[in-house]
């Protein structure tokens, strides 16, 4: 038989702590910063930066955090590929991710699920982080659950939709009926060298995800002049989520770099961070 093929953390011990403790210590940190429990209603989907943990970590905390008392079969990370360029969406072809915290073995037949619906590149030894930097909040929080890393370039504005037509047609299918499919959009939000705009053209986005006005959100985030560079996996996860019957999204955390380095002057390059989650039964909160 052969060795499985693993693919390896790239970003471990620089975004992120490279040992099983450091990981675990700074998790637990994140965690006791979320105020509250879980969201009542059915967990369809999440948004979760994808910044260096210092940044991202504790507005991510509140994401994950939804996942207590519950459980998945496959969580389906889609994010922005920062390194390579593919023409389809691109799914890794290995057996298992690794994180400090162990493997989790990639969903390859939701992968080829995926590939008879909408074009699919399977590739090895990807070095993207956006995936990557997600999967030890899923482990702590999870534990047993299968993966599948989708990594998206394209920046075709159909995409969205027959991604989302695709993710929710599987999410139908046994294994993954019952609620046995998570989505999560891996996206920063706004890169500005600007502390000022990035506020402002954040606050729009955030509205709009707060209202699950997603008519408002593809023209946002289709702009020619829009950096939030998830802003594909967002428009599939949340369009996928309502295909599915979400009816609500909540915005959980909302910050940027300046607020957590306290630097905020003119020209300081800034970035947005988000956490929301798309739930079906869930009442309105205040």
Same mark, same amino acid.
Not at 170 to 176: G, S
């Given at each position: 038989m052969d060795a499985p093929s693993i693919r390896r953390p790239v970003v471990a011990g620089s975004w992120y702590p490279g040992s099983e403790p450091a990981v675990r210590q700074d998790l637990d940190a994140y965690f006791a910063r979320v105020k509250g429990p879980a969201l009542p209603g059915r967990l369809l989907g999440l948004i979760s930066p994808h910044a260096g943990w210092p940044y991202s970590g504790p507005t991510a905390a509140h994401a994950y955090n939804q996942l207590r008392g519950r459980s998945f079969h496959t969580v389906a990370v889609l994010a922005p590929s920062h390194r390579a360029w593919f023409d389809a969406c691109a799914i890794s072809a290995e057996? =298992?991710? @690794?994180? !400090? %915290? /162990?493997? &989790? #073995? &990639?969903?390859?037949a939701l992968a080829e699920a995926l590939a008879a619906r909408v074009p699919v590149q399977r590739i090895r030894r990807d070095s993207e982080h956006a995936v990557e930097i997600q999967v030890p909040f899923l482990q702590a929080v999870l534990g047993t659950f299968r993966l599948l890393p989708l990594l998206l370039s394209s920046d075709d504005p159909g995409l969205p939709l027959r991604l989302a037509q695709a993710l929710s047609e =599987? =999410?139908? @299918? !046994? !294994?993954? #009926? =019952?609620? /046995? %499919?998570l989505f999560v959009a891996s996206s920063d939000l706004h890169h500005i060298d600007d502390y000022d705009e990035v506020v402002r053209r954040d606050r729009r986005v955030v509205d709009a995800i707060a209202a699950f006005d997603l008519d408002r959100l593809a023209v946002l985030l289709t702009q020619r002049d829009c950096t939030v560079c998830g802003r594909i996996p967002i428009l599939a996860v949340l369009h996928a989520c309502r295909m599915l019957g979400a009816d609500v999204a909540h915005v959980l955390h909302h910050t940027n770099s300046g607020d957590i380095t306290g630097i905020r002057r003119p020209g300081q390059y800034t970035v947005g961070y988000l956490s929301a989650a798309a739930l079906q039964g869930t009442p309105d909160l205040p």
């Open positions: 057996d =298992a991710y @690794e994180t !400090p %915290l /162990g493997r &989790v #073995s &990639v969903d390859h =599987a =999410a139908r @299918e !046994p !294994p993954w #009926s =019952a609620g /046995g %499919l």
